[in-house]
C-alpha cells in the first residue's frame, strides 16, 4: 500500500515524496479517506503514529479548491512546540500548493503574528491563549473557516484551556468539519466530542500502549543514586539522541548543566525558558549539535525529531498517559528505539498501573555498586526556598528589664526619646495587682472602723 492510493492532486504528492512518505501508517490508511470525504473524525491516537500528516494531507487536497487568503483551515495545538511542528508539516507538504501557512503562540511579540495574518492566509496554527487574544484585539476572525483540528484535546485539558477552547469554538461558524486527536479519552474530553462532532469516524491506534518498537528496561534506584546510574549508562551504551524526563523545571535545567560539565553535548526544555531559548534548544537538538535535551513534560509536547534512540525517565510521570507520551518519542515510524525509566521505592504504585496497561512487565536493569551523589542535582526537588524577607531577618530586640519604667517595655520601633518619656511614667499608671486592691480595701476599712470609733 502507497499514497498513490489516496489519488492526491500531483502538488500534494511532491510534497509527500520530498518528506519521503512511501506506505501510509494505520492512522494515515484509516483516517484520511475520511477527511478527504468531509467526514468528522474522533481520532484516539498517541504521539509518534503519523496523526499530524494523516490531517494535514487531506485538508491540503480540500483547500486546493477555492479562495486563497482568508483563515479556512484552524488548528489548535496545547503547546508552542506542538503548534510550530505542524507548522513546519504544513509548510512542507504543502511547498508546490501555494497555500500559507501561520503559526501563533505566546511568548513572543504579536506585530509579526498580525502581520502575517493581514497579509493572508489559508491555515493558522495557534495555541489557544493567543489565539483568544488575537480574537480579542480582532486582528482577524474566524468567520470563513471550513475545518477545525483540535489536536491532543486530553492535554490541553490538563493544562486547564477547556473553558478557553469553548469560547473559541463559540467564534467558528456551526457548519465545519470538525477533527479531534487525543491520546486518551476522559469524560470530559468524551462530552466535548459528543457535542461538536457531528457522527464521526471513530479512528483508534493502539492508544493505551507505548508502540511494540521500544524495548523498556526498568531500574529501581533512589533518588541519590539516580545521575550516577544515568551517567554509568550513557557511558556504556551506543546512544544518538536521547531525550530525558524529570518531573520539575529546576530539576531538568540543573540536570543538563551537570551533564554539560561532565562532558556531554546536553541541553534543556522547560517553561522557564523565553521562547526564543526554548526553540534554540529544540533546532540544535533536531540538528545535532546537542545529543542529550533534558526536558518537562510539557516542554516536550510537540517534538518531533527522527532519530531518538533513547528516551530515559529520569523521575516516573503521575499518569500512564503521560509515560505512553513520553515512550512514544522514540520508535516512530517504525523504528526501534529503547527507554529506560528509573523508579524508587515512592514509584511502585504507578509502576504497577503502567505495568498492567501494557498487559507486560518490563525487563529489569542490574544497578552496578553505585555511589551517592553528592552533587546538588539530585538532592534537589524543586527550586530551593528563597531568602526570608528583610524584617524577618532581622533579630528580635531584647529589652533588658532593668529598662521597664512602668512595667512596660519601651515600644520596639520607639525613638529613644519616646522610650525615655515612657521610662519616666510614674508608677501611679500602672494598674495595681490583686494584692494591692486587698491591702487597700482594708486600710479603708481600718480608717472607717477609726473614724466611727472616734465619734462615739
Aim: proline fraction near 5%; aromatic fraction near 4%.
Amino acid at each position: 500500500m502507497s499514497f498513490t492510493q489516496f489519488d492526491f492532486h500531483p502538488m500534494i504528492t511532491a510534497g509527500v515524496q520530498a518528506c519521503n512518505y512511501e506506505t501510509p501508517t494505520p492512522i494515515q490508511e484509516k483516517a484520511i479517506p475520511a477527511i478527504l470525504n468531509g467526514r468528522d473524525i474522533l481520532g484516539l491516537a498517541q504521539t509518534g503514529t503519523g496523526k499530524t500528516a494523516a490531517f494535514v494531507l487531506p485538508i491540503l487536497q480540500r483547500l486546493l479548491n477555492g479562495p486563497r487568503g482568508k483563515v479556512r483551515t484552524l488548528i489548535v495545538a496545547p503547546t508552542r512546540e506542538l503548534a510550530e511542528q505542524i507548522h513546519t508539516d504544513i509548510t512542507k507538504l504543502g511547498r508546490h500548493t501555494g497555500i500559507k501557512s501561520v503559526s501563533i503562540y505566546g511568548g513572543v511579540s504579536k506585530l509579526p503574528q498580525i502581520k502575517k495574518l493581514k497579509e493572508g492566509v489559508d491555515i493558522v496554527v495557534a495555541c489557544p491563549g493567543r489565539l483568544l487574544d488575537h480574537l480579542s484585539d480582532k486582528t482577524f476572525n474566524l468567520a470563513k473557516v471550513e475545518h477545525l483540528v483540535l489536536d491532543e484535546a486530553d492535554h490541553m485539558f490538563d493544562m486547564g484551556f477547556l473553558p478557553v477552547i469553548r469560547r473559541i469554538l463559540k467564534a467558528l461558524p456551526s457548519e465545519r468539519q470538525t477533527l479531534l486527536f487525543s491520546a486518551t479519552m476522559p469524560a470530559e474530553i468524551r462530552h466535548l466530542a459528543e457535542e461538536i462532532l457531528n457522527n464521526p469516524v471513530r479512528v483508534q491506534i493502539a492508544h493505551s500502549q507505548p508502540t511494540a518498537s521500544v524495548s523498556q528496561v526498568l531500574f529501581s534506584v533512589e533518588q541519590d543514586r539516580k545521575t550516577s546510574l544515568l551517567r554509568n549508562i550513557m557511558a556504556n551504551t551506543e546512544m544518538a539522541a536521547t531525550l530525558i524526563f524529570t518531573r520539575t523545571k529546576y530539576r531538568a535545567l540543573s540536570l543538563a548543566r551537570h551533564l554539560e560539565k561532565a562532558g556531554y553535548a546536553a541541553t534543556s526544555l522547560q517553561g522557564n525558558l523565553s521562547q526564543q531559548k526554548r526553540q534554540k534548544a529544540l533546532n540544535g537538538f533536531k540538528c545535532g549539535e546537542f545529543k542529550i535535551l533534558v526536558a518537562t513534560d510539557i516542554a516536550a509536547r510537540g517534538i518531533d525529531v527522527s532519530g531518538i534512540s533513547h528516551v530515559i525517565n529520569y523521575d516516573v510521570p503521575d499518569t500512564v498517559e503521560a509515560f505512553t507520551h513520553r515512550i512514544g518519542r522514540t520508535g516512530r515510524a517504525s523504528r526501534t528505539g529503547e527507554a529506560f525509566t528509573f523508579a524508587s521505592r515512592d514509584d511502585r504504585k504507578i509502576i504497577s498501573m503502567i505495568e498492567q496497561s501494557m498487559g507486560k512487565k518490563m525487563s529489569r536493569g542490574t544497578n552496578l555498586n553505585l555511589p551517592t551523589e553528592t552533587s546538588d542535582i539530585i538532592a534537589i526537588d524543586e527550586r530551593p526556598a528563597r531568602k526570608a524577607t528583610t524584617w524577618q531577618n532581622k533579630p528580635k530586640k531584647k529589652v533588658n528589664p532593668t529598662e521597664r519604667g512602668n512595667g512596660r517595655p519601651a515600644s520596639r520601633n520607639a525613638s529613644p526619646r519616646v522610650a525615655e518619656k515612657q521610662e519616666q511614667t510614674p508608677a501611679r499608671h500602672s494598674k495595681p495587682g490583686n494584692r494591692q486592691k486587698r491591702r487597700n480595701r482594708a486600710a479603708t476599712m481600718d480608717s472607717g472602723a477609726g473614724k466611727l470609733f472616734l465619734n462615739t
